[in-house]
T-cell receptor, first 116, second 114 residues
Framework: DGGITQSPKYLFRKEGQNVTLSCEQN?????MYWYRQDPGQGLRLIYY???????QKGDIAEGYSVSREKKESFPLTVTSAQKNPTAFYLC???????????????FGQGTRLTVV | AQKVTQAQTEISVVEKEDVTLDCVYE???????LFWYKQPPSGELVFLIR??????QNEISGRYSWNFQKSTSSFNFTITASQVVDSAVYFC???????????FGKGTSLLVTP
């Protein structure tokens, strides 16, 4: 079945470590996104990519990095510069807007990151 | 700048009650899109509906209905005869037609009890 796969589901990070969250999609979508969700805060955009080898910062990109070497994959690295990384991370993908139509985004099941 | 407000943080209803989730948005764009997503306890966001700014017709899908009113910048979501399986966090979101990402409200947590 087509969809978005995020791994791992749970991740524990020690202070000062970098960790990478995986996101893979087989929907043939050009656009991919990373959101962070904190309790009571809704979803905030970290990074997005509308095409391979190109990505843009979202609202809270500091302390995060991404790459988009393949259409199917958009991994997110949470670096040691991110001071408060404990959160739920959601990856999404969509068709890019064409003809003025904004397509809906499809989401993975998320990765819960905890700093220990 | 775009903004989405979901003033109801938590709602609790008894099964079979009707419930309306409010969504108010702000945008300077004349063309925009509004969405509702459901987030069950499993965490994955599930797409429910998309509405563009030129289509103010209300939509009904089974027990779900949506009321879009540009005059009040609102896009409210009603669940009729709620069920326990409707318990989830519901998000309203807004976007421009440029392919940029969605701007989400903070969500409304709905609890439906038997």
């Amino acid at each position: 079945d087509g969809g978005i796969t995020q791994s791992p589901k749970y991740l524990f990070r020690k202070e000062g470590q970098n960790v990478t969250l995986s996101c893979e999609q087989n929907l043939n979508h050009d656009a991919m996104y990373w959101y962070r969700q904190d309790p009571g805060q809704g979803l905030r955009l970290i990074y997005y990519s509308q095409i391979v080898n190109d990505f843009q910062k979202g609202d809270i990109a500091e302390g995060y990095s991404v790459s988009r070497e393949k259409k199917e994959s958009f991994p997110l690295t949470v670096t040691s510069a991110q001071k408060n990384p404990t959160a739920f991370y959601l990856c999404a993908s969509s068709l890019t807007g064409t003809g003025g139509v904004q397509a809906e985004a499809f989401f993975g099941q998320g990765t819960r990151l905890t700093v220990v | 700048a775009q903004k989405v407000t979901q003033a109801q943080t938590e709602i609790s209803v008894v099964e079979k009650e009707d419930v309306t989730l409010d969504c108010v948005y702000e945008t300077r764009d004349t063309t925009y899109y509004l969405f509702w997503y459901k987030q069950p306890p499993s965490g994955e966001l599930v797409f429910l509906i998309r509405r563009n700014s030129f289509d103010e017709q209300n939509e009904i899908s089974g027990r779900y209905s949506w009321n879009f009113q540009k005059s009040t910048s609102s896009f409210n979501f009603t669940i009729t005869a709620s069920q326990v399986v409707d318990s989830a966090v519901y998000f309203c979101a807004l976007s421009e037609p440029s392919g940029y990402a969605l701007n989400f409200g903070k969500g409304t947590s709905l609890l439906v009890t038997p």
